[in-house]
């Protein structure tokens, strides 16, 4: 079968009485086999039995001592390997990223002119899927471990942002909206999160409430210095509430959008923490965003050119936009239940003229088209309507009254805001809206 050296010959000149076959896993091919043979040569030794040798499989076992009928017994032979089975190799075990100690790869020289290779960080397509993975699956771990690693980049990358919006501090105030987008540019993975926890529709991951403390207190966020980089924190509650509620818009889920904009914000003061919607920082008027309701609108409308993820989760520009109108719409009927309860009432024809609106009415500014499928998503759900009048305990009956006096207050505010815009009379594309909304 093989050229031997005479050391090994001698080994075979030993009289043998028996041929042991035993198919092995190296690939020796040997009659179109795979598995190639082991010959073991036995020598007379009574005391060496073939039993105890267990390693070798007995069905293969041809004893050729008496060399009678060589042939047929070695055709027999080969028919049983043929018969017989491979062995088994034991599987993988899972890889664990770690290379064994007994194994030396090969180290590449160190080359000063080509900088070290650094881990790229998940995009934020990586987030959106990831998130909705863990929604779909309503895997709460592992939503809590995405949420763990997000926290720990934006902790991580929070201070070299810090550093790079004060270097801005001298821009222009047409310049200021870019430093807000540094900041949410760091807290992305923690935005999509709570926005695709919300579009899940399940409630375990739809209330995102605490994402606003966590934006507003940043960590190792230096209150101090000027007021354009103090108040990016509330900039960037001002752009979460806006894209939450207009979300909730655009899945029928408006009354959870108004939820978040009445929560509670705690203050250092000992006063009654006010609701989020009667912080006019948080509704249009920041220092970072020029204190300018319009400059606020026109950086939430154009967040589709800024943010790629938006009309991903949105289904497009349009449908972001008009979602955006349909959530302001609710916050002026939020606004207005209000300005009821607190006892205004009687008032409200009197004062329409110098009404001082607490969220801005400046979706004006979208074209018309858009202002009306905001204001259809907003009929089209009247549990919403309904549960701000049950909230401040005002009937249908009378806030359908008190309703046009108000839509003449909101369109004199939307002339005073915009004087050399022309603003035709019962141009809000709420102004029937309790013509639309049948009482319960």
Not at 331 to 357: M, P, T, W
Request: proline share 8%; aromatic share 10%; with cysteine.
């Amino acid at each position: 079968m093989s050229t031997r050296s005479s050391k090994q010959r001698r080994k075979f000149d030993v009289a043998w009485t028996g041929l042991w076959i035993q198919p092995d896993v190296f690939h020796r091919p040997l009659c179109r086999m795979r598995p190639s043979i082991q010959l073991l040569a036995t020598a007379k030794n009574r005391a060496a039995k073939f039993e105890e040798m267990e390693t070798i499989d007995a069905e293969s076992r041809v004893d050729f001592s008496d060399s009678v009928d060589f042939e047929s017994k070695f055709s027999e032979l080969v028919n049983d390997i043929h018969r017989a089975r491979s062995a088994q190799k034991p599987p993988l075990r899972p890889w664990t990223g770690k290379v064994s100690p007994h194994i030396a790869c090969p180290q590449a020289s160190p080359d000063a002119h080509s900088p070290s290779p650094t881990p790229e960080s998940p995009t934020p397509t990586n987030w959106y899927l990831d998130a909705t993975a863990a929604c779909r699956s309503n895997d709460f771990i592992l939503w809590r471990s995405l949420v763990k690693k997000a926290r720990a980049l934006v902790a991580q990358e929070l201070p070299l942002a810090r550093k790079q919006i004060e270097a801005m501090a001298g821009s222009t105030p047409q310049e200021r909206p870019s430093a807000v987008t540094i900041f949410l540019r760091v807290h992305e993975p923690l935005l999509i999160l709570a926005l695709s926890g919300l579009e899940s529709r399940i409630q375990d991951f739809t209330d995102q409430r605490a994402l606003v403390d966590e934006l507003l207190t940043p960590p190792h966020w230096n209150q101090a210095g000027l007021a354009s980089i103090v108040n990016i924190p509330s900039a960037a509650v001002l752009f979460f509430h806006s894209v939450h509620g207009a979300l909730a818009a655009s899945t029928n889920q408006l009354g959870l959008g108004l939820s978040l904009a009445q929560m509670k914000i705690p203050t250092k003061s000992d006063r009654l923490p006010p609701l989020l919607i009667a912080r006019k920082d948080l509704t249009g008027w920041n220092d970072a965003l020029h204190g300018n309701c319009k400059v606020a609108w026109h950086f939430l409308s154009s967040a589709p050119h800024t943010f790629s993820w938006i009309p991903d989760m949105f289904g497009g520009e349009d449908e972001f936009r008009s979602s955006l109108v349909a959530y302001y719409l609710a916050l002026n009927v939020l606004e207005y239940a209000d300005f009821i309860y607190q006892g205004h009432a009687a008032d409200l024809k009197a004062r329409s003229s110098d009404l001082r609106l607490t969220v801005p009415l400046t979706l004006f500014q979208e074209p018309e088209q858009i202002r009306e499928r905001g204001f259809t998503r907003l009929k089209n759900q009247p549990a919403a309507v309904h549960q701000i009048l049950r909230q401040y305990n005002l009937t249908y009956q009378a806030a359908k009254e008190l309703w046009p006096a108000w839509m003449s207050a909101c369109e004199s505010w939307v002339r005073d805001t915009n004087p050399s815009h022309f603003f035709p009379h019962r141009t809000l594309p709420h102004w029937k809206l309790f013509d639309y909304i049948e009482p319960v």
